[in-house]
């Protein structure tokens, strides 16, 4: 019997049943076939080697797709673990999943022994022989009483209490070389494609995420298919830890985090409360001119308030739990999404459709809990301060608001540097409409605004069916950073849920009352997590009109001191913000110490220069400036501030 | 026997034992006894027919003392009830205290009558009959027996529920004509001190604050010496009334109370959070010129924090209960305080002696639970930010410290037009040390430290022994507003109790260990209140720098609004804010709504401004001012405000 393929291109082609994707590849091209490591059939991901039965769209994944890379680390966490069991007879092994970048095994050495950095060499050696011998990677489906016995028989006990817990008839068993692993796959064709492979580092983990269980081993790896592209990943590696946000805030001292006030909850010290009140007021005087109204709300509301929303559903026994009080019946939440304070604004006063749109804003404060093992630095954090705003307007107006929210987001991405940027659009699944709420006219009409929006703002945003949320289309933000990594910022979603759950309306033309569509967007995001992209993005040199410190004042002894701060208030006159380094210490160590902060420029007050009223201006990248008057050093920092903006 | 009385200006008078305040009172002078109400003997309040029968330290109380007030109003409830029961025999009598203003009686009506402002008239003209009887107050010591045989015989049964829980001999009477009531005292000795009387409204109040049990109709009433007196406290409340600052708030849509966001929580409306985000700013700016830092905190801390610094205990079963989490063990409270969080950050760095003062400063928000029938306007809320700074110092800079802060507080005062305000100095208790945490050497210094920088900054504190808290010394800020009414306000506290709970420490000059004092100190108190004071002492009418909208442009007609903007965005460029009256209104309804509004400038926009180029001005409360171009008007509204400031 044959079967017809669709190609993403839209291509028909026909084949006999039972055809698997490394035979499609290989008929369109050995190239192809050469570079190929799964298959998408129908939505699903496939090992290149099994049989497809039936007609199927299908999409062939090299190691540029996410599909690709997810097989190729799946099958390289394997061959970790075959190099293990090689080196250290009798291993345990936990799970090996792929993940965003790499891979990882959880293993648990024989006799108590314990992995150390000291056996990476050898391991490394042992991947990537293993690696070379070019295995093939087989499947098999196999009944749950034989996949407990090979299992127990090889004493394998953390499998064995998987495998107790899956359905029989679901089991399938990965073999290359000498490693069969329980395994859903899918995995690469062959080990060959694996040229470059590495152990990275260790992490304790518990056995099943459970504090009372084991702390199994966790080693993670990375692998790529040229020698090369490893090389360059290392080097992205050693950038991205010298950019690490958590390093780099501690060094500028912007954030502190205490244990005793709660973990994943940043205290901002001064400098970063300069930092963040200076974005925050930046970011506000933008809103002010594209007529947003700025409000401000407690961090908590009533459980009643959430009932209503439908947020008390969704953070429920995973959240913080809601706050009793004296009074018998009384809770309160704090804050999940800020959207219910902004509704119940909005309910305070009545609208014709003349009042419309009302742009609501409010860099507002909400909390997630997360799970310890899972908060870090200023991007996964318990507390977070959004930069909220939400756009109450007639469905008339749904294109043009996305079209102020667009301008404004690239206004943003541009104004802080971030050059490259990506969008995508969330449509519905039109083959499901029950799952969503609102009205067929207003989806049409919304997807179809911001489709529109998108193109004549210039953008060339993907399409994704399908991935809309229940209450409505969306549009959001990828920006690339300076290492090429990307991060998921800005965010502008429709809307027709809360409307409706509060009743919310307004008096039409016709004098009759209609429901407002309500348009969520942040541009940040939230301010910690873009305040760690900018600094890993920057590495903590700040753009000079943001940077919370713009000079510092050097002065080469304790006698300057006077002289030095009768400069900085002549600087401040100019707008120049900055303060002076009274420590006893000597210039050379001045210098070096507050280069490393990442100060942009650096002033020397000695003799000379209280003598001649110069200064003697140093640059950050650049060493020394020579000297200056306070007026033409004003006018250069200024000059700076506004090419900066002119760029 | 005779005794030694003590008066407060230190003279001892010697008088038989068992002489009574009155016959003290008349010793000294008639007139003194005429205006006599009650009298402090040893610290305790006495009725002035009461026997003194040991030595003893005494205050004598006119209507101008708190006291005496107390003992006056305390009176007059009982006229309040005399009245009552003898204009509807049969009513049952609950509580009836003096308060702050005034008096009120919790009664219940016989046959299930609810009392109406119909009967006003009524129980005034009784009320002011009876004092004018002159009748003597008498106070009689009772058996419990016999209280409960005189209130059960009456069918009294609210009165009857109390004395059942009193204990035996601690029991006493108060009578005046034909009323005997269940009461501690004291009273004035006679009723016909009272020559205006009167009923001021009704409200409900449930038996002994307890929901499930009857609600009672509590009656307030106010009382005075003078007629005169009467009258002009009339007109302040009718004054008050139109100031409250929850009607302006609503008014001039500055805050919204959602009881589905939670009562005493509230919402600012854009030109609430732009009235205080200016305040906020403002302060700002103040307080980078004297060396403070600005930090940001969560709203939330955990439990251990609160244990750590002692808070926990004091906020118990009447506060928001704890935060849990999924996490067995874990739990977070909303901030009651923000210091520990700040003790945090100091904490998260070493100090050497030359790096103290720390200022530390933060528009900070707590949580407090307050009962929802204590909850009112901006003034008893539930959450509220305030303007909390703390100074980590040296002992030797406590006094230096003092005075830039009375200093800032008097630069905030005047800056506001808070003209006269008063301040008292609150010290320890020297017969009982025990009671406070910190040194001897510390305290001395620190209250000696206080008095001199308040005498050298030209203040005239009064000074209270034995008001200090037991972790330090304070002073605090009373200001008086346009209606003569007392406000407390700022506050500046030492603290050695925070420093040593949290083991704080610098590295003095001598390479030891020490530990610093901090300073706790607000401005403001909070920025919820200080708004409430500020629009009731303004009456809306917000200094110009500060008010939301400078201007509002009243277009005559529609074919005027692009103009309008245009004008807008002229006044944007001399920093002029203010917005344009679109609505389809006549002209003379713009006005006199934004006159409402207390806009301070409205300029009318029409054909002949357009065509001049110039504004037709109207100003609040003034009328029209006649045309003038835009730099002109640029010039008055600047004028007007530098003016202001150099008041």
């Given at each position: 019997?044959?079967?017809?393929?669709?190609?993403?291109?839209?291509?028909?082609?026909?084949?006999?049943?039972?055809?698997?994707?490394m035979?499609?590849?290989?008929?369109?091209?050995?190239?192809?076939?050469?570079?190929?490591?799964?298959?998408?059939?129908?939505?699903?991901?496939?090992?290149?080697?099994?049989?497809?039965?039936?007609?199927?769209?299908?999409?062939?994944?090299?190691?540029?797709?996410?599909?690709?890379?997810?097989?190729?680390?799946?099958?390289?966490?394997?061959i970790l673990?075959?190099?293990?069991?090689?080196?250290?007879?009798?291993?345990?092994?936990?799970?090996?999943p792929?993940?965003?970048n790499?891979?990882?095994?959880?293993?648990?050495?024989?006799?108590?022994?314990?992995?150390?950095?000291?056996?990476f060499?050898?391991?490394?050696?042992?991947?990537?022989?293993?690696?070379?011998?070019?295995?093939?990677?087989?499947?098999?489906?196999t009944?749950?009483?034989?996949?407990?016995?090979?299992?127990?028989?090889?004493?394998?006990?953390?499998?064995?209490?998987?495998?107790?817990?899956?359905?029989?008839g679901?089991?399938?068993?990965?073999?290359?070389?000498?490693?069969?692993?329980?395994?859903?796959?899918?995995?690469?064709?062959?080990?060959?494609?694996?040229?470059?492979?590495?152990?990275?580092?260790?992490?304790?983990?518990?056995?099943?995420?459970?504090?009372?269980?084991?702390?199994?081993?966790?080693?993670?790896?990375?692998?790529?298919?040229?020698?090369?592209?490893?090389?360059?990943?290392?080097?992205?590696?050693e950038?991205?830890?010298?950019?690490?946000?958590?390093?780099?805030?501690?060094?500028?001292?912007?954030?502190?985090?205490?244990?005793?006030?709660?973990?994943?909850?940043?205290?901002?010290?001064?400098?970063?409360?300069?930092?963040?009140?200076?974005l925050?007021?930046?970011?506000?005087?933008?809103?002010?001119?594209?007529?947003?109204?700025?409000?401000?709300?407690?961090?908590?509301?009533?459980?009643?308030?959430?009932?209503?929303?439908?947020?008390f559903?969704?953070?429920?026994?995973?959240?913080?739990?809601?706050?009793?009080?004296?009074?018998?019946?009384?809770?309160?939440?704090?804050?999940?999404?800020?959207?219910?304070?902004?509704?119940?604004?909005?309910?305070?006063?009545?609208?014709?459709?003349?009042?419309?749109?009302?742009?609501?804003?409010?860099?507002?404060?909400?909390?997630?809990?997360?799970?310890?093992?899972?908060?870090?630095?200023?991007?996964?954090?318990?507390?977070?301060?959004?930069?909220?705003?939400?756009?109450?307007?007639?469905?008339?107006?749904?294109?043009?608001?996305?079209?102020?929210i667009?301008?404004?987001?690239?206004?943003?991405?541009?104004?802080?540097?971030?050059?490259?940027?990506?969008?995508?659009?969330?449509?519905r699944?039109?083959?499901?409409?029950?799952?969503?709420?609102?009205?067929?006219?207003?989806?049409?009409?919304?997807?179809?605004?911001?489709?529109?929006?998108?193109?004549?703002?210039?953008?060339?945003?993907?399409?994704?069916?399908?991935?809309?949320?229940?209450?409505?289309?969306?549009?959001?933000?990828?920006?690339?950073?300076?290492?090429?990594?990307?991060?998921?910022?800005?965010?502008?979603?429709?809307?027709?849920?809360?409307?409706?759950?509060?009743?919310?309306?307004y008096?039409?033309?016709?004098?009759q009352?209609?429901?407002?569509?309500?348009?969520?967007?942040?541009?940040?995001?939230?301010?910690?997590?873009?305040?760690?992209?900018?600094?890993?993005?920057?590495?903590?040199?700040?753009?000079?009109?943001?940077?919370?410190?713009?000079?510092?004042l050097?002065?080469?002894?304790?006698?300057?001191?006077?002289?030095?701060?009768?400069?900085?208030?002549?600087?401040?006159?100019?707008?120049?913000?900055?303060?002076?380094d009274?420590?006893?210490?000597?210039?050379?160590?001045?210098?070096?110490?507050?280069?490393?902060?990442?100060?942009?420029?650096?002033?020397?007050?000695?003799?000379?220069?209280?003598?001649?009223?110069?200064?003697?201006?140093?640059?950050?990248?650049?060493?020394d400036?020579?000297?200056?008057?306070?007026?033409?050093?004003?006018?250069?920092?200024?000059?700076?501030?506004?090419?900066?903006?002119?760029?």
């Open positions: 019997m044959m079967i017809k393929i669709t190609l993403p291109d839209g291509a028909i082609r026909e084949y006999a049943s039972g055809v698997t994707g035979e499609i590849a290989t008929s369109i091209s050995p190239r192809l076939a050469a570079e190929v490591l799964a298959i998408t059939v129908n939505g699903e991901v496939f090992d290149l080697g099994r049989a497809i039965n039936s007609d199927a769209h299908i999409k062939l994944h090299k190691f540029d797709d996410v599909e690709g890379k997810h097989a190729f680390w799946h099958t390289s966490a394997h673990a075959e190099a293990v069991e090689s080196i250290f007879p009798g291993t345990k092994f936990g799970i090996g792929a993940i965003e790499g891979f990882y095994y959880d293993i648990e050495l024989p006799d108590g022994r314990v992995l150390s950095e000291n056996d060499d050898d391991i490394n050696k042992k991947m990537l022989e293993l690696s070379q011998k070019d295995s093939t990677v087989t499947r098999k489906e009944s749950k009483a034989d996949a407990l016995k090979y299992f127990e028989t090889k004493g394998d006990y953390y499998k064995t209490e998987l495998i107790s817990e899956l359905e029989d679901t089991i399938t068993l990965y073999s290359q070389g000498n490693f069969t692993d329980l395994c859903r796959g899918p995995h690469i064709p062959t080990t060959g494609h694996i040229k470059a492979i590495q152990v990275l580092s260790l992490a304790g983990a518990y056995w099943r995420n459970d504090e009372s269980r084991k702390q199994l081993t966790r080693v993670y790896g990375i692998s790529f298919p040229k020698q090369k592209m490893l090389e360059e990943y290392l080097l992205m590696l950038e991205a830890k010298k950019r690490d946000h958590r390093k780099i805030g501690k060094e500028l001292e912007l954030f502190h985090f205490s244990p005793k006030v709660g973990m994943g909850m940043a205290l901002w010290l001064p400098k970063g409360t300069m930092l963040r009140d200076r925050e007021g930046w970011l506000t005087a933008e809103l002010k001119k594209r007529d947003y109204e700025m409000v401000k709300t407690p961090h908590i509301g009533s459980v009643e308030l959430y009932k209503t929303s439908g947020h559903e969704k953070y429920g026994k995973d959240s913080f739990q809601p706050i009793t009080t004296p009074q018998e019946g009384e809770s309160f939440m704090l804050k999940p999404m800020n959207c219910p304070h902004h509704v119940e604004i909005f309910k305070a006063r009545q609208y014709s459709y003349k009042d419309l749109p009302y742009r609501m804003a409010e860099f507002g404060t909400v909390y997630r809990y997360e799970q310890h093992g899972e908060l870090h630095g200023l991007t996964r954090v318990r507390c977070f301060t959004q930069d909220d705003a939400h756009v109450f307007c007639r469905p008339d107006q749904v294109k043009d608001e996305f079209k102020k667009i301008e404004l987001v690239m206004f943003v991405f541009k104004s802080l540097n971030f050059n490259e940027y990506k969008s995508q659009i969330s449509l699944d039109p083959e499901n409409p029950s799952k969503y709420i609102g009205t067929d006219e207003n989806w049409n009409k919304a997807e179809q605004a911001i489709q529109e929006a998108a193109e004549e703002m210039g953008l060339k945003p993907t399409v994704e069916i399908g991935e809309a949320a229940f209450y409505g289309p969306k549009l959001d933000f990828m920006v690339k950073d300076a290492l090429g990594r990307t991060w998921q910022l800005g965010t502008i979603q429709v809307d027709y849920n809360l409307p409706e759950r509060f009743e919310l309306e008096k039409g033309a016709d004098n009352m209609h429901q407002p569509i309500m348009l969520h967007r942040a541009i940040f995001g939230s301010m910690e997590r873009f305040i760690a992209v900018l600094i890993e993005h920057t590495a903590g040199k700040f753009p000079l009109w943001l940077t919370p410190q713009q000079v510092v050097l002065p080469i002894s304790e006698k300057y001191n006077d002289y030095a701060k009768k400069v900085l208030e002549l600087l401040k006159n100019y707008d120049i913000r900055g303060q002076i009274e420590r006893d210490e000597k210039i050379g160590r001045k210098i070096r110490d507050n280069e490393l902060k990442r100060i942009p420029y650096l002033l020397v007050i000695g003799e000379k220069e209280e003598a001649s009223e110069n200064l003697s201006v140093r640059k950050q990248g650049q060493g400036l020579g000297a200056m008057s306070i007026p033409d050093f004003a006018d250069l920092i200024n000059k700076e501030i506004k090419e900066y903006f002119n760029n």
